[in-house]
């Protein structure tokens, strides 16, 4: 569990100096090359054997399905095969170095792999759900081998004055990691078959009633 640590050890640092400083970075050829085309291989077959639903907004009870506001499908990691084990152990080394150098407090971290459709979008929002501040780090990955810009699908990050700050192509093996409650985002329509995995670092927001996060 320690090694993702060690390897990753400048890229981690180049995450908490970027974030210290913007609250937003973009990094490229982030992981393994193996790990990126093990994960996209296994969105691939996901998506193949239907095991992906439409994703809604909010959660738990208050879920709802908006077509209008976005159109992927989703499906929640576990660490049920090696990529996806290798994915969440390596994000455990990324929380435990971010609470060291920033300082904030991590309790755990959720993630699911998301595939666009043709046409397929998410409309602007932030990933803080209301009544809540629980989701403190936001991140994505993408997982596509040769995406041309002509493919859009980029994710445009806002400032709160809604000034676009960034547009990101989702290249492969590129990784993002943003302020959850401080960027507003979107996802432009993509015109190919666009994977990544979306996914954040919480704080503990269960209690003696309530367990979080819900599902």
């Excluded at 982030?30 to 959660?59: C, H, K, V």
């Excluded at 499908?73 to 660490?79: K, P, Q």
């Excluded at 009544?131 to 991140?139: A, F, I, M, P």
Aim: proline share 5%.
């Amino acid at each position: 569990m320690n090694a993702p640590v060690l390897n990753h050890f400048l890229i981690f640092s180049r995450i908490a100096e970027r974030l210290r400083s913007h609250g937003y970075c973009v990094i490229d050829q982030a992981f393994d090359p193996a790990l990126t085309n093990s994960l996209q291989q296994y969105a691939a077959e996901l998506q193949a054997e239907g095991d992906m639903q439409r994703a809604g907004i909010g959660r738990g009870d208050d879920q709802i399905l908006k077509s209008d506001v976005r159109k992927d499908r989703i499906h929640w990691l576990t660490a049920g095969t090696p990529a996806a084990a290798q994915w969440l152990a390596t994000m455990e080394s990324m929380r435990l170095f971010l609470n060291q150098e920033l300082l904030l407090g991590l309790f755990s971290y959720e993630s699911h792999i998301a595939h666009y459709a043709p046409g397929d979008f998410y409309r602007k929002h932030l990933d803080a759900f209301q009544g809540e501040s629980n989701r403190v780090l936001s991140t994505v990955y993408y997982l596509n081998a040769d995406w041309q810009p002509e493919n859009g699908g980029e994710l445009v990050i806002y400032d709160t004055d809604d000034r676009e700050l960034e547009r990101v192509s989702p290249a492969f093996n590129r990784l993002v990691i943003f302020l959850s409650e401080e960027f507003p985002h979107e996802v432009k329509p993509a015109l190919a078959d666009r994977y990544s995995i979306a996914g954040w670092f919480r704080l503990n927001g269960s209690s003696r009633d309530r367990v979080d996060p819900p599902r």
